[in-house]
């Protein structure tokens, strides 16, 4: 599977959108891009993924560069239940997920 | 989505011990997965636990330290044998169906002592 690269911390006001971006140039045309985050001592939870069109749910939206090579994960009124740390994770069919580093999330009052 | 609950949710251990950690799922799932997080760390996948044979254990881990059973399509338990203070984790189950999306419980804090 493909290697991302995420900034290792961001600071947002609650209230703002999140954007957090992700960085996955060796994407090759069967991988998908998921997110997932993990709130303090809790196990990881499944935000959104991808293919190649943008998706929306209810908790965020996913915007994924026509190239395919970059995705952002926006949060569209982030709280403070947002902080945590989100993992940008690239994936084949049938792979197991492997996490990197991940970006800390801090949402400020 | 799949409902995961795993248990005990925390533990402390002294070295040289054994601790079995259980995981229930409320559906009949394919694939079935423990990871281990260190403290500061991010996600180590350690196997995968495959129903009806022997686990498939990632590259720094072994049966003998990490024994697993998978008994059926909704239950696997992890073994962590001969603790050291090293082994001090979180330990997550994780399931997926098929080739959706892949789920995680709620994980064990182990401490060893």
């Known amino acids: 599977d493909a290697k991302t690269t995420q900034p290792p911390s961001m600071d947002c006001a609650e209230g703002r959108a999140a954007n957090l971006p992700c960085n996955h140039s060796?994407?090759?045309?069967?991988?998908?891009v998921y997110w997932y985050r993990q709130i303090h001592s809790q196990g990881p939870q499944y935000i959104i993924h991808g293919l190649k069109n943008n998706e929306t749910n209810e908790m965020a939206s996913l915007i994924i560069t026509e190239d395919r090579k970059s995705s952002t994960l926006i949060l569209p009124h982030a709280t403070l239940r947002d902080t945590a740390v989100y993992y940008c994770i690239v994936r084949g069919a049938g792979n197991m997920l492997t996490f990197g580093g991940g970006t800390r999330l801090m949402v400020k009052p | 989505s799949a409902v995961i609950s795993q248990k005990p949710s925390r533990d402390i251990c002294q070295r040289g011990t054994s601790l079995t950690i259980q995981c229930q799922v409320d559906s009949q799932v394919t694939m079935m997965f423990w990871y281990r997080q260190q403290p500061g760390q991010s996600l180590t996948l350690i196997a995968t636990?495959?129903?009806?044979?022997?686990?498939?254990?990632e590259s720094g881990f072994v049966i003998d330290k990490f024994p697993i059973s998978r008994p059926n399509l909704t239950f696997s338990t992890l073994t962590v044998s001969n603790m050291s203070p090293e082994d001090s984790s979180i330990y997550l189950c994780?399931?997926?169906?098929?080739?959706?999306?892949?789920?995680f419980g709620p994980g064990t804090r182990l401490l060893v002592l």
């Open positions: 636990a495959n129903q009806g044979s022997e686990a498939t254990y």
């Open positions: 060796t994407i090759s045309g069967n991988e998908y």
């Open positions: 994780s399931v997926r169906h098929n080739q959706e999306t892949q789920y």
